[in-house]
């Protein structure tokens, strides 16, 4: 596919770009005192160049806009999932668009979802970029809390593995790749009992999770409890460590006395 990039191609800076428009009443909300790069989609925000371009000058407070803490007692909300995918908030189902603007505006009326860091570009080049992802942030600390009860052991930890190979495609541009497709379908499957809800806690410019349930949940409070209920067979541990110590055992007693 062809991209048509005029801006580009006749080599315009920002000051440029911000003439241009002057020159033909192009509405911008960039002027040359606040050379800001806003990006903002239903997903958040995201904010570069002016001064930010240096790393370690704090972001101007005027260049926040979803991330305002103006509620100073702390709330409750609770995410509902069904399969891995958001469908409520405080049990009431709604659209997914429509959830996450909701909850865009709950979490960044508390100043959550602030992001500051330096990026590594495909190109080699690093990037300081600021966003504002209020719903973002909730949504995913929230599905990675339900995936603790959720997920086996084994797959919880590739999945871990292969979330941070499938955005790191999707950061590259490789959407329609077949090693993306693939990690679909592995994704897929690991969310067919990501199901249940997260009750988050909402406090000014910070939030954590407080609670989680969900009815595929693999917490057996029958093996986890310390009390007389608890039905985990304590005389296999001493078999279970001997075994899986047995090579490091091994190992020391034939190579681990250095010199």
């Not at 958001?86 to 009431?92: A, E, L």
């Not at 590594?120 to 300081?128: A, L, T």
């Amino acid at each position: 596919m062809e991209i048509v990039a005029p801006v580009r191609t006749w080599g315009f800076s920002r000051e440029d770009s911000i003439d241009y428009a002057a020159k033909h009443d192009v509405r911008i909300k960039a002027t040359k005192e606040k050379l800001y790069s806003i990006d903002q989609n239903l997903w958040g925000r995201a904010i570069e160049c002016g001064e930010m371009e240096d790393p370690w000058v704090s972001p101007p407070k005027g260049v926040y806009e979803m991330t305002i803490a103006n509620q100073s007692e702390p709330s409750e909300v609770v995410i509902g999932f069904e399969k891995g995918k958001p469908t409520s908030i405080n049990g009431r189902p709604l659209p997914l668009v429509q959830l996450i603007d909701q909850l865009n505006l709950l979490c960044g009326s508390y100043g959550i979802g602030r992001i500051d860091m330096v990026e590594n570009r495909r190109v080699g080049i690093k990037s300081r970029e600021v966003y504002e992802a209020p719903a973002a942030v909730a949504l995913i600390a929230a599905h990675s809390d339900l995936e603790d009860v959720t997920l086996e052991r084994e797959l919880a930890h590739e999945k871990r593995r292969i979330q941070n190979e499938w955005s790191r495609l999707v950061y590259d541009g490789m959407w329609f790749s077949p090693l993306k497709f693939a990690y679909d379908s592995f994704l897929d499957y690991s969310q067919t009992f990501v199901t249940g809800e997260v009750r988050l806690v909402l406090e000014p410019n910070a939030f954590h999770v407080e609670g989680r349930r969900s009815p595929h949940s693999l917490y057996d409070y029958s093996l986890a409890t310390y009390d007389s209920s608890d039905l985990f067979r304590h005389q296999d541990a001493e078999g279970f460590v001997r075994i899986f110590g047995l090579g490091v055992q091994t190992w020391a007693s034939k190579q681990g006395k250095l010199d």
